[in-house]
């Protein structure tokens, strides 16, 4: 069983502006807090979902119920890994598989369980049609030019800088000119064994737990759940070695996976992110980075990339 065991060229950055149009009022008095900045945000703020970069997985729940994993694919950080998802995603490749993990404050895990079989045993591996079981690992990419870059003000442990690439949580360093996503909560990579190469897409792991920075440039990472996180993150642990089930009936069915825009228009759901290259957005950083709700006494001044939410929400209707 697979286990899951910095930029030269300069993005266009985004700094954090203050006060913001349509909080002139409020920003005058004290920054906006979070709910206040979302509640001043307006249509151009939002972007829908692609839907040849959204996944739905399915969960089969027990009888006659199933629940939605909307993922959001991220192809300009694993191109070979996202195209080849994608591929085994249109040949139905999970369809019947499993969640294989659930390690408290960490992962879940999906695949087939039988990826592991050997010759003559009555369970085989899933098999393949026209993807690719292994790819070359893609735990970087390099910087370009037309990814804008949010960057965090703060210092980052991990990486010589944070912040958002598009709809990512992402780290850079100017010294290699690479870039890649963050291992925060609800982002997807790849399962792999020792060897770098070893993954392709066909096992694939969302952290439900405290961010795990450590793997990030370790594992290929290729996007990140933006809703149905309940589903997951609430799976019973695993009672075997890094949370996995030891017996077929614990493992919850895979449904199925789909593309978004393979199901029709109706089946959708119907989702829109908070644009991350935005006056709105820096402006509910600086809300995350210094609390000034009420409740809070001693605002931190310093937040993690991984602390700060992108907002998702159904799409508005062009009425309202």
Known sequence: MRIISRLSLIFATIVIAMPLPGLADTAAKKPPTMTEVLKASQPADWHALDPENTLYLELDLGPSKTGRVVIELAPAFAPNHVANIKALVREKYFDGLAMLRSQDNYVVQWGDPHADARAGDKDQPRA?????????????????????????????????????????????????????????????????????????????????????????????????????????STLPRGTGTLGFYEKPEQRVPVKSVRLAADVPESERTPLEVMRTDTPRFTALIESRRNRRDEWYKVPAEHIDVCGIPIPVRPVVSPSR
């Open 128 to 232: 393949i049609k026209n993807a690719k079981r292994t790819l070359n690992a893609e735990f970087s990419v390099a910087a370009k030019e037309a990814m804008p870059f949010v960057r965090l003000p703060d210092v980052d442990g991990y990486a010589p800088q944070t912040g958002f690439v598009g709809d990512f949580a992402s780290a850079r360093d100017p010294k290699t000119g690479r870039a890649w996503l963050t291992h925060c909560y609800g982002v997807v990579g790849v399962g792999r064994d020792v060897d770098e190469n070893s993954g392709g897409g066909t096992e694939l792991y969302t952290v439900i737990g405290h961010a795990p920075r450590w793997l990030d440039r370790n594992i290929t990472t290729v996007g990140r759940v933006v809703q149905g996180m309940e589903l997951l």
